[in-house]
C-alpha cells in the first residue's frame, strides 16, 4: 500500500514536470522564434543582436558559477520557481516600457533566466527517475509544444488585438505560461541535494564520457546556433519569405519531425547510435558545403531545414545516454558545468553569426563545418565510452574501432 502511494505521487510530480516542459515549449514558440524580428523592428541591429545575445550568455555562464551551490542547498524547484517569477516580471515590463536601451537589457535578461531555467529542469526531472526514452520525449515534447507556439505567433502576426500588436498579445499569453508553469511546480518535491564530496569536477570527470560530453556540447550549441539562431531573419529578410508563412510553414514541417522524434525516443535503445551520428555529421558537412559555396536561396533554405529536422533527433539518439551516465546526485553539478560552456558556445555562435549574416548569411554554413567535424570527433568518442547503454543497439554487439 505504501509503495503504491508513492509510485502514485512521483507519477503526479513526473507529469507536472512534464507539463511544464510543454508549457515552455510554447512560450519558446511564441515569442523567441520571432524575437529578434521584433527587436529588428525596434531598431537593433543584426550585428547588434548577436553581441548582446553574446554576453546575456557569458552572464548565465558567470551566473552559473556563482549561485550553482545556492540552488543546490536550496532546492531546485525552488530555483525553478524564482527564475519564472523573474521571467515573468520581466514580460511584464516589455509591454509597459518600449524604450530602446531599455529593450537591450530586458533582452539579456530574458535570455539569461531562459537558459537557467532549462538547465535546472533536467536535473529536476532526474531526481525523480534517468531514463534514454524519457530524456529524449522530454525534449521532443519541448520542441513539439514550441512549433504549435510558433504557429499560433504566425497567425498573430500583423493583427492589433484591443490596441495590442501581435508580438504584445504572445508576451501576455507567455506570462500566463509562466505563472502556471510556478504554480504547477509546487506539485513537485524540493529536495536539496548534499553532497560530502569537496571536489566535484574531479569526481564527475572520472566518468569516461564526461569530458568529451561537455566538449561536445559546446561545439554543438557554436555549430548549431551559428546557424539556427537567427534561422527566422535569414528567411525573412535574406530569402524573402513573409514572416506569417515562414513561421507557421516551418512549424508544421517541424511538428511533423517532432512526432517522428519523440517515436525514435521509444526506440532509441535498439538504434545504432554511433552510425546514426556518424552518419548526420557526414550527411550535413555534405549540404552546407553545397550551400555555403553555391550561394544559392533554394540550398540555403535546405541547409537550415535538414540541420533544424536532425536536431530533433539527436537528444535521444546522442544527448540522453550521455546525460544518464552521470549519477543522479551529480546531474545538477554536471548540468551547471555543460551549460557554461554550452552557453559560451552559444553565445560565440551568435556573435559571429551576427556579423556574417550582416556582411554574407551564407558564410554560416562554411564556417560552422569546421565545428560539426570536431563534434563528429568528441560525439563518438564519448558514446564509445558508454557503459549503462550500448552506442551499438542492444541488438548489435560492440565493437572496438
Not at 34 to 55: A, D, M, V
Not at 291 to 297: E, H, Q, Y
Not at 303 to 326: G, Q, V
Not at 353 to 377: E, K, R, W
Request: aromatic share 14%; with cysteine.
Amino acid at each position: 500500500m505504501m509503495y503504491e502511494k508513492i509510485m502514485v505521487e512521483l507519477k503526479k510530480q513526473y507529469l507536472s514536470i512534464y507539463m511544464v516542459y510543454i508549457l515552455l515549449g510554447l512560450s519558446l514558440g511564441l515569442w523567441e522564434v520571432f524575437k529578434p524580428i521584433w527587436l529588428i523592428e525596434k531598431g537593433l541591429t543584426i550585428e547588434s543582436l548577436g553581441i548582446i545575445f553574446f554576453i546575456a550568455l557569458i552572464i548565465a555562464a558567470f551566473i552559473s558559477i556563482l549561485i550553482g551551490n545556492k540552488v543546490i542547498k536550496n532546492g531546485i524547484r525552488i530555483s525553478v520557481q524564482i527564475a519564472l517569477i523573474i521571467r515573468l516580471i520581466n514580460f511584464v515590463s516589455m509591454l509597459l516600457i518600449s524604450n530602446k536601451y531599455i529593450i537591450i537589457f530586458q533582452s539579456c535578461i530574458d535570455l539569461l533566466v531562459d537558459t537557467l531555467i532549462i538547465q535546472w529542469m533536467y536535473p529536476l526531472l532526474a531526481q525523480i527517475k534517468i531514463n534514454n526514452v524519457f530524456f529524449g520525449l522530454k525534449d521532443n515534447l519541448y520542441d513539439l509544444a514550441s512549433n504549435i507556439g510558433t504557429i499560433v505567433a504566425g497567425i498573430f502576426i500583423g493583427i492589433v488585438l484591443y490596441n495590442f500588436t501581435s508580438y504584445q498579445i504572445c508576451i501576455i499569453i507567455c506570462i500566463f505560461l509562466f505563472l502556471i508553469c510556478f504554480l504547477l511546480l509546487f506539485k513537485v518535491k524540493n529536495e536539496r541535494i548534499v553532497l560530502n564530496e569537496s571536489n566535484i569536477m574531479k569526481k564527475i570527470l572520472k566518468i569516461d564520457s564526461a569530458k568529451d560530453y561537455i566538449k561536445y556540447s559546446c561545439s554543438r550549441r557554436l555549430q548549431l546556433f551559428l546557424i539556427l539562431g537567427f534561422f527566422m531573419v535569414i528567411l525573412t529578410d535574406n530569402l524573402g519569405i513573409d514572416k506569417s508563412v515562414a513561421g507557421i510553414f516551418w512549424a508544421v514541417l517541424q511538428i511533423f519531425c517532432n512526432c517522428l522524434g519523440i517515436l525514435v525516443s521509444f526506440k532509441s535503445d535498439k538504434i545504432n547510435r554511433i552510425k546514426f551520428f556518424k552518419w548526420a555529421n557526414i550527411s550535413s558537412i555534405f549540404i552546407l558545403l553545397i550551400a555555403g559555396l553555391t550561394r544559392n536561396t533554394i540550398f540555403s533554405f535546405i541547409a537550415i531545414l535538414w540541420i533544424d529536422i536532425l536536431s530533433d533527433f539527436y537528444s535521444p539518439i546522442i544527448d540522453a545516454p550521455l546525460t544518464n551516465e552521470i549519477p543522479k546526485h551529480l546531474q545538477l553539478h554536471f548540468a551547471n558545468y555543460k551549460h557554461i560552456l554550452s552557453y559560451i558556445g552559444r553565445g560565440i555562435a551568435y556573435m559571429i553569426a551576427g556579423y556574417l549574416i550582416g556582411t554574407n548569411y551564407t558564410l554560416i554554413f562554411l564556417v560552422s563545418i569546421p565545428f560539426l567535424i570536431y563534434q563528429n570527433h568528441v560525439g563518438v568518442r564519448a558514446l564509445k565510452s558508454c557503459k549503462h547503454t550500448n552506442p551499438y543497439g542492444v541488438n548489435n554487439q560492440q565493437v572496438t574501432n
